[in-house]
């Protein structure tokens, strides 16, 4: 699958997109991110699957585009 | 021929949108890099009222980005000289300024006169502000937000509850000191350029029905290459609850609280805080000669009556701490500071010298 990143988390994770292997849902996912990227646990975030916000754990089909959106607050 | 007359030829548009222009007002929310851009478009375009609130005055690390102000500005007002300036340009169109910061106090008796609200804040707390006081006065909002390269632009409660807010893509708020904002890590002026602009373009959609606007949806851009990317807002359950639904319930928030700005704390943190002493500072709020004085810790004196003008002492740090005799005029002080700097970490110190000294 895709993911795609912006803001402070693009920043943590180094790119903007990267190939991942498919996660069955969106807390395995998260989980998984955290562990690789350990600054991530502090961050708020909200979750797209294929350009659609998410809320709460969604599974993710197969080969799905996953974004990870941080708040920006700048003005 | 009038000044619309590139407008109101454009196929699609017309004098009927140009007319509902005129007919609407729109409310600035900060007249900083977002603003500027957004008023300037939106007058030119011939939106018939146009408000703008901002508590800050010009400096000079601004004036990279907030294009309506020159050298002529510094230490001015922004919502008055904004107001001026566009009054100056366009005398057929009502330009309001309010030159004081945004509070829960003010918020719902500024936006009831007006149609649309543009949030070009720059900080969490008033974001959540503004996104819930809309909630209440039934006001669509167009957001727009920045962070070093990118950018964000949504329409919030376009058609009242059932439309996406702010706290539905954002149910639990990011610390403020988890996001630093613009006056800590650096913008280049064409982003908020950009992105004012692309919010000045959606109040003129969403108000004429031209194109398709953002209602409901999220776009990010990035300056660096140009990528964007569009996200379907959709609501979510965890937000509902929290949202407060009447003008007591908005009262009692405390937003710099909820956004992890709490307003007191105790000298062990303070102290360790402080030892960063580039971004932290910690203030006497008595009168001067009151006693017992700390002698082995640094610290600013500045009384209580004193703070409203002491803006430019306190503008650089980060973690403002407040003490007293006994921690009452110190939190009191930090209520009055957080109005000016929403973005801060500014903190009572509970107990005050007197726990400090005989605890």
Redesign the interface.
């Known amino acids: 699958m895709k993911l795609?990143a912006?803001?402070?988390i693009a920043e943590i994770i180094g790119k903007?997109e990267i190939e991942i292997e498919n996660f069955p849902n969106t807390d395995i996912l998260v989980g998984y991110l955290q562990q690789q990227y350990p600054a991530l646990k502090?961050?708020?975030f909200?979750i797209?699957i294929d350009?659609?916000?998410?809320?709460?754990n969604v599974s993710i089909t197969t080969d799905a585009e996953v974004?990870l959106?941080?708040?920006?607050?700048?003005? | 021929m009038d000044r619309f007359e590139r407008q109101y030829i454009l196929p699609g548009f017309g004098p009927v949108s140009q007319q509902k222009l005129r007919e609407t007002s729109v409310l600035i929310i900060?007249a900083?890099?977002?603003?500027c851009p957004a008023l300037l478009y939106l007058s030119a375009a011939g939106i018939g009222k146009i408000g703008v609130i901002d508590g800050d005055v010009v400096s000079l690390s601004n004036l990279n980005r907030q294009v309506l102000f020159g050298k002529e500005d510094l230490g001015k007002n922004k919502a008055e000289s904004a107001a001026e300036i566009i009054q100056k340009k366009y005398d057929d169109i009502q330009a309001e300024a309010f030159p004081h910061f945004l509070t829960k106090e003010n918020i719902l008796d500024i936006i009831k006169n007006y149609d649309l609200i543009l949030?070009?804040?720059?900080?969490?707390p008033t974001?959540y502000l503004v996104n819930d006081a809309c909630l209440i006065a039934g006001k669509p909002l167009v957001f727009?937000?920045?962070?070093?390269h990118?950018?964000?632009v949504a329409i919030f409660n376009a058609k009242g509850r059932h439309s996406i807010n702010y706290r539905?893509?954002?149910?639990?708020?990011?610390s403020?000191r988890?996001?630093p904002?613009?006056n800590e890590?650096g913008?280049l002026g064409v982003l908020?350029g950009i992105i004012g602009t692309w919010m000045a373009g959606e109040c003129i959609k969403y108000l004429t029905g031209y194109g398709d606007s953002l209602e409901d949806k999220?776009l990010?851009y990035?300056l660096l290459n140009h990528?964007s990317?569009?996200?379907?807002?959709?609501k979510?359950?965890?937000s509902e609850q929290n949202i407060p639904k009447t003008h007591s319930e908005l009262q009692a928030m405390d937003y710099q609280d909820f956004c992890g700005l709490s307003a007191q704390t105790d000298w062990e943190a303070a102290l360790s805080l402080l030892k960063n002493a580039n971004q932290s500072v910690l203030v006497d709020v008595r009168e001067i000669g009151e006693q017992p004085e700390l002698d082995d810790v640094e610290y600013l004196q500045i009384p209580l009556a004193d703070l409203p003008n002491s803006r430019n002492q306190l503008a650089s740090f980060q973690n403002i701490f407040l003490f007293c005799q006994s921690g009452s005029r110190s939190l009191k002080a930090a209520d009055m500071l957080k109005s000016q700097f929403p973005?801060k970490n500014i903190q009572s110190v509970e107990g005050g010298i007197l726990r400090y000294l005989f605890d």
Request: charged letters at 20%.
């Open positions: 795609l912006f803001g402070k903007q502090d961050l708020k909200s797209a350009k659609k916000q998410v809320s709460g974004a959106l941080p708040p920006f607050s700048g003005g | 900060g900083g890099g977002l603003g949030d070009g804040s720059d900080n969490f974001r727009g937000a920045i962070y070093q990118e950018g964000q539905d893509l954002y149910p639990i708020p990011p403020a988890e996001v904002n613009c890590t913008v908020p999220l990010f990035d990528n990317y569009q996200i379907q807002l959709t979510n359950p965890d973005d």
